[in-house]
């Protein structure tokens, strides 16, 4: 038998790591071979997991070595959020590749799906081809493309293929048969199907039965369609979409890792629409609708070098030249068993599941956190992960600032005061989420000096709490803009453009006069 339960991590799913550390008990005749010599990664990286993994207590004590080279250090980057995260990345990314890398030597991990949302945009908007293993693009995923589609429904009932889409999404009893009725009857009518569903009190075509789901499911789309009359806000209408429709209640009857993943996709999509909401002059369902067409339509198409995104459940087995291990916060990566009154064993599977993230670099490892983090449609503020504290100060080199055991502490304590969050219950076994102000921090930009070490840029100027900011280190091919220039929003009025970035939609940083600084979509925008 082999295997490691050192890189145990899919608990969730019933894997049980005592089959491997019982087996000398079971067998006691059995003779055990420790292969703790790895080939594929530095001494430095080595050195880093071990510390993480050797604090676990129930394991099978082992420390890999190598006969490889010693290695640069591990770069840990300090961000002031997800979309400067993403920046990050991207800044990384291009001096990889500058240095000769393929796209594909890299890969960026992140722990749940979730992530990818703002990751993905980043990429997009960058022009840097990208693929996701294990996984689809967030706007591919079913449940989200079912929001959607409900959505369209409400903004244009004659939206056939979306309509067909989620007549029965979740199960509400309206089949083939009765769906196949409907077709036939729109086309003998010269219709869409709104329409026969309209007309259904004086049809005949159907049975008291399916009369009753289908007038069920029509008035659920009139009452939704009456709140875009009455102008509810977008962040309620895709909430009610989401519980009205029964998708909410699918999900958390549905105690599975599978329907949490799900559920945390959906309050990224909320959060989504949260953020086109502010900043938008005049935020309504068919312009938000455009701009996530807009997004989705993109070439995807794009075949050779690419760069690779996934989960870490998603990387065992695998290794690259270079790793990017994102989210490394407390309550995010660790997410669960941090606090004494939890699982004590969630903990160690989370430190597992960092042992495997890290183990899978062969050269270069880089590490990333926020001080501040929106999803799932909320705001969290935290420190950085204990994982990151563990690590031994000579492997690794700090960007942006360097971690410290306050931070993380303060993470942990904001963490327990942590109500519910999101409009849509706990989601299976998912905690809430604290919303709060964003915390000052500060962005790392990230350079490797010709020898192969990483040499941290120098810190930036810390940022006033609250402060919106936009990187403009890498200019802007936004036309007719300019840094300085003034420019006015149907909102906050007149402003002065402080920072610009390419994006999907670009967007500029703008200084309001008693608003303060906003990230605002270029298209909201005109010359003052």
């Given at each position: 038998?082999?295997?490691?339960?050192?890189?145990?991590?899919?608990?969730?799913?019933?894997?049980?790591?005592r089959n491997i550390l019982d087996f000398k008990d079971d067998y006691p005749t059995a003779r055990t071979i420790k292969l703790e010599q790895n080939y594929r990664s530095t001494q430095r990286i080595l050195r880093i997991a071990n510390a993480v993994i050797e604090r676990n207590f129930d394991r099978e004590p082992k420390r890999l070595w190598t006969d490889n080279d010693e290695g640069p250090k591990a770069v840990i980057v300090r961000c002031e959020d997800e979309r400067d995260e993403a920046r990050m990345l991207v800044r990384a990314v291009r001096e990889l590749v500058g240095e000769g890398r393929d796209l594909a030597d890299i890969v960026v991990f992140y722990r749940t799906h979730a992530q990818s949302r703002v990751i993905e945009e980043q990429l997009r908007a960058s022009n840097v081809a990208y693929r996701i293993v294990g996984g689809q693009r967030f706007y591919d995923r079913a449940e989200v493309k079912d929001v959607l589609a409900y959505m369209k429904v409400v903004a244009n009932p004659d939206d056939d293929v979306s309509l067909l889409r989620i007549i029965n999404k979740p199960a509400r009893g309206i089949g083939k048969t009765t769906?196949?009725?409907l077709l036939d009857a729109a086309l003998e009518k010269g219709t869409g199907v709104w329409r026969v569903l309209e007309d259904l009190d004086d049809s005949g075509g159907f049975g008291p039965a399916a009369k009753k789901k289908l007038s069920a499911f029509r008035?659920?789309?009139?009452?939704?369609?009456?709140?875009v009359d009455e102008g509810a806000d977008l962040v309620t209408l895709v909430e009610g979409v989401i519980e009205e429709?029964?998708?909410?209640?699918?999900?958390?009857?549905?105690?599975?890792?599978?329907?949490?993943?799900?559920?945390?996709?959906?309050?990224?999509?909320?959060?989504?629409?949260?953020?086109?909401?502010?900043?938008?002059?005049?935020?309504?369902?068919?312009?938000?609708?455009?701009?996530?067409?807009?997004?989705?339509?993109?070439?995807?198409?794009?075949?050779?070098?690419?760069?690779?995104?996934m989960t870490v459940h998603a990387a065992k087995g695998l290794e690259f030249p270079v790793v990017m291990v994102t989210g490394l916060e407390e309550q995010m990566f660790p997410m669960r068993g941090s606090e004494a009154h939890e699982d004590p064993e969630e903990?160690?599977?989370?430190?597992?599941?960092?042992?495997?993230?890290?183990?899978?670099?062969?050269?270069?490892?880089?590490?990333?956190?926020?001080?501040?983090?929106?999803?799932?449609?909320?705001?969290?503020?935290?420190?950085?992960?204990?994982?990151?504290?563990?690590?031994?100060?000579?492997?690794?080199?700090?960007?942006?600032?360097?971690p410290t055991a306050r931070q993380t502490m303060e993470g942990r304590v904001g963490a327990q005061s942590w109500g519910q969050g999101g409009q849509g219950g706990q989601g299976g076994r998912r905690r809430g989420i604290r919303t709060g102000p964003p915390a000052g921090g500060q962005g790392g930009g990230l350079s490797w000096s010709g020898s192969g070490r990483s040499a941290p840029d120098p810190a930036p100027a810390p940022r006033p709490p609250g402060e919106s900011y936009v990187d403009a280190s890498e200019g802007s091919d936004i036309a007719d803009l300019r840094l300085g220039m003034s420019v006015r929003?149907?909102?906050?009025?007149?402003?002065?453009?402080?920072?610009?970035?390419?994006?999907?939609?670009?967007?500029v940083a703008v200084d309001f006069p008693g608003w303060g600084q906003k990230k605002i979509v270029v298209s909201f925008l005109e010359p003052a």
């Open positions: 038998m082999v295997g490691d339960d050192d890189q145990s991590i899919y608990r969730w799913r019933g894997a049980d790591r769906t196949n009725r008035e659920m789309i009139r009452e939704l369609r009456s709140r429709s029964g998708y909410l209640k699918t999900l958390q009857n549905d105690d599975s890792a599978e329907a949490d993943a799900r559920m945390d996709n959906l309050k990224e999509l909320v959060g989504s629409v949260g953020e086109f909401a502010e900043e938008a002059s005049d935020p309504t369902l068919s312009t938000y609708l455009e701009l996530v067409t807009l997004q989705t339509s993109a070439d995807e198409s794009k075949e050779g070098d690419r760069l690779t995104l903990l160690e599977e989370e430190r597992r599941l960092a042992y495997v993230a890290f183990t899978r670099a062969e050269e270069r490892l880089i590490l990333s956190y926020a001080t501040v983090r929106r999803i799932y449609g909320q705001m969290r503020v935290g420190g950085p992960s204990r994982f990151i504290l563990e690590l031994p100060p000579e492997d690794v080199s700090a960007v942006g600032g360097a929003h149907a909102k906050f009025g007149v402003g002065r453009v402080t920072g610009m970035t390419d994006g999907v939609p670009p967007r």
